[in-house]
């Protein structure tokens, strides 16, 4: 498995890289498929949350499988342990599904349709921003890529990002936003093939939110 390890604000000593790479063997133990892992340490500046200085992120791909964890501590070594904690739970959740599935099982997730609470943006690297509308189209971008763009000569600053969302069901996506640890998951639902995004609300509630236009409604009734 190809590990890469990156500091966002911080130096990564080669301590921490010898460190992760021996304690990242709890990953291949569980997913030997995993082809690559994605580590990035990240520090806090300010003397206040010196508590949670540190913080580190862990992304696996295994296959087709994302599946991402992160934890911040005071310094970098004990952030991995808790992020590798919660990493390894979520690969032993996922390889127990497919478990389940090659068994003919499926355990479905309670969906909770609610009213529509505003998902929280998940942090990721910070990007220069441009001063080009033209440059903030989705369509110009590749698969995973983003761009910022300032509004003028205010602080309002946009980020976009192309998602290539594959067709699923929703119990499929409820399964997916729990591998990669955030609040939403954005996908197409392949029962009525409408944008869609499931939602977590309160313990095991969660939400689904599906766009469609007046148009469209229309032609379905």
Do not use: C
């Amino acid at each position: 498995m190809e590990i890469v390890v990156t500091g966002r604000h911080t130096q990564i000593k080669q301590r921490f890289r010898d460190v992760t790479e021996n304690k990242m063997n709890r990953v291949t133990a569980i997913a030997p498929d995993a082809q690559r892992a994605q580590v990035v340490v990240t520090h806090e500046g300010n003397p206040r949350q010196a508590d949670t200085a540190k913080k580190v992120e862990i992304t696996v791909i295994a296959g087709r499988t994302v599946v991402r964890a992160e934890a911040s501590s005071t310094d970098e070594f004990s952030a991995l342990d808790l992020a590798l904690d919660k990493l390894t739970l979520r690969l032993r959740r996922s390889r127990d599904r497919r478990k389940d599935h090659r068994r003919g099982y499926t355990n479905p997730q309670p969906v909770d349709l609610g009213v529509v609470e505003p998902p929280a943006e998940p942090e990721e690297p910070a990007e220069e921003p441009s001063n080009s509308p033209a440059d903030a189209v989705a369509g110009d971008l590749g698969p995973g890529e983003s761009v910022e763009v300032q509004v003028g000569d205010t602080p309002i600053v946009i980020r976009r990002k192309l998602h290539i969302a594959e067709p699923m069901s929703i119990d499929e996506a409820l399964y997916e936003m729990e591998l990669i640890g955030h609040d939403f998951f954005l996908f197409v639902n392949k029962e009525t093939n409408r944008p869609s995004v499931v939602y977590h609300r309160h313990g095991w509630s969660y939400g689904v939110f599906e766009i469609d236009t007046p148009e469209n409604v229309e032609k379905s009734k």
